[in-house]
């Protein structure tokens, strides 16, 4: 859907894209991380011709994007940066509408859609007649993200787009812009430098340094990097641990019954954890209450299996 073949962006005598080769597939979300300065924002605007590369080419459905002109270009892709860049003198609705109506989309189906976008985003349709400058930073973000996808964009270019709002706004915003993203299936190139964000939104993740793809690969497949390399470095010690927010306690938990007794079970009043959780939370659970196994609870409350040390840990034998 998006490719990267060799591309280069110099700026005098920097570097900013050095020789990038990249795929993103149809439907994935790849997110670009690395540190700053390191070209992940120079490289997404080559996407829509925001920046163009000194050499090299970039694809979308495998046309060069030179040969579309930038107009049209950036209409099909949606654009999310982390300043939201909504127009002060324009209202939320007509900021969603901008793109659907350059569009030609009439009227009433505009004022339909902007209600649909911004319900999508966990907003009221009322929210439509507010203005900019009446946002939290997290709900301009919102609305940032409904305008970004109010044409129906099969592209989405997110720059940091949930950078500037505190850590819990920022995982409800992940968490919501995941489920959009499992229904619409958009191709997205998502920058980042916060690892977390990384892992809970990749199905592929591509480390950048210094204008280069170091590494492009699924994100349980960075566990085992070493940790010597920059690029275990920059993850971090506790990626291994990270990364375990991706599976839930349901995936290895041992059920109620026969295979639960291979080896000391939960005792009565062993703490208890849902089947729903994250293996990180299990763990966290785990390591605060200092036991090796926990009761497992479906969402009825009732006891449906035990959570045990060494099936967390397992879990990367099961890792690709
Ligand atoms: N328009 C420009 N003119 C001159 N230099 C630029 C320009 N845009 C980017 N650069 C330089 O290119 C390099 C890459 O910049 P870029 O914005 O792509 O980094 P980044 O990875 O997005 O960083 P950050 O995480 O801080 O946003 C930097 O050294 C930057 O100073
Ligand atoms: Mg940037």
Same mark, same amino acid.
């Given at each position: 859907? =998006?490719?990267?073949?060799?591309?280069v962006k110099s700026y005098g005598p920097v570097r900013a894209v050095d020789g990038v080769d990249l795929g993103i597939d149809p439907g994935e979300l790849c997110v670009l991380i690395g540190?700053?300065?390191?070209?992940?924002?120079? +490289?997404?605007? @080559?996407?829509?011709?925001?920046?163009?590369?000194?050499?090299?080419?970039?694809?979308?459905?495998? #046309?060069?994007?030179?040969?579309?002109?930038? !107009?049209? +270009?950036?209409?099909? =892709?949606?654009?999310?940066?982390?300043?939201?860049?909504?127009?002060?003198?324009?209202?939320?609705?007509?900021?969603?509408?901008?793109?659907?109506?350059?569009?030609?989309?009439?009227? @009433?189906?505009?004022?339909?859609?902007?209600?649909?976008? %911004?319900?999508?985003?966990?907003?009221?349709?009322?929210?439509?007649?507010?203005?900019?400058?009446? +946002?939290?930073?997290?709900?301009?973000?919102?609305?940032?993200?409904? /305008?970004?996808?109010?044409?129906?964009?099969?592209?989405?270019?997110?720059? &940091?787009?949930?950078?500037?709002?505190?850590?819990?706004?920022?995982?409800?915003?992940?968490?919501?812009?995941?489920?959009?993203? /499992?229904?619409?299936?958009? @191709?997205? +190139?998502?920058? @980042?430098?916060?690892v977390e964000e990384a892992i809970r939104l990749a199905d592929r993740i591509a480390v950048m340094r210094s204008g280069r793809i170091l590494r492009h690969a699924g994100p349980e497949e960075?566990?085992?990097?070493?940790?010597?390399?920059?690029?275990? !470095?920059?993850?971090?010690? &506790?990626?291994?641990? !990270?990364?375990?927010?991706?599976?839930?306690?349901?995936?290895?938990?041992?059920?109620?019954?026969?295979?639960?007794?291979?080896? &000391?079970?939960?005792?009565?009043?062993?703490?208890?954890?849902?089947?729903?959780?994250?293996?990180?939370?299990? %763990?966290?659970?785990?390591?605060? #209450?200092?036991? &090796?196994? %926990?009761?497992?609870?479906?969402?009825?409350?009732?006891?449906?299996?035990? %959570?045990?040390?060494?099936?967390?840990?397992?879990?990367?034998?099961?890792?690709?």
């Amino acid at each position: 859907m =998006i490719r990267f073949r060799n591309v280069v962006k110099s700026y005098g005598p920097v570097r900013a894209v050095d020789g990038v080769d990249l795929g993103i597939d149809p439907g994935e979300l790849c997110v670009l991380i690395g540190p700053s300065g390191c070209g992940k924002s120079t +490289l997404l605007r @080559t996407v829509n011709r925001m920046v163009e590369p000194d050499s090299g080419e970039v694809f979308v459905d495998g #046309r060069p994007v030179r040969a579309h002109p930038p !107009e049209g +270009l950036r209409r099909r =892709i949606g654009y999310v940066i982390q300043s939201v860049g909504l127009f002060p003198h324009m209202t939320v609705g007509d900021n969603v509408a901008v793109v659907p109506r350059l569009l030609g989309m009439d009227k @009433t189906a505009l004022s339909r859609r902007v209600g649909e976008m %911004l319900e999508l985003v966990g907003l009221a349709p009322s929210w439509s007649a507010r203005w900019p400058r009446e +946002l939290s930073g997290g709900e301009a973000q919102r609305v940032g993200v409904a /305008r970004a996808l109010a044409a129906d964009p099969p592209i989405l270019l997110m720059d &940091e787009p949930f950078g500037s709002v505190d850590p819990l706004t920022r995982v409800r915003l992940q968490r919501e812009f995941l489920a959009i993203q /499992r229904r619409l299936h958009k @191709t997205v +190139l998502f920058v @980042t430098h916060d690892v977390e964000e990384a892992i809970r939104l990749a199905d592929r993740i591509a480390v950048m340094r210094s204008g280069r793809i170091l590494r492009h690969a699924g994100p349980e497949e960075f566990v085992a990097s070493d940790a010597e390399s920059f690029v275990g !470095e920059f993850l971090g010690l &506790e990626y291994g641990v !990270e990364i375990l927010s991706r599976r839930s306690v349901r995936e290895v938990l041992r059920p109620v019954g026969p295979e639960e007794s291979g080896g &000391e079970g939960p005792g009565d009043g062993a703490p208890a954890v849902r089947a729903d959780a994250s293996l990180k939370e299990a %763990l966290g659970l785990m390591a605060a #209450r200092k036991v &090796e196994c %926990l009761a497992v609870h479906g969402t009825d409350g009732r006891r449906i299996g035990a %959570l045990r040390m060494e099936d967390v840990l397992g879990t990367w034998k099961a890792c690709p």
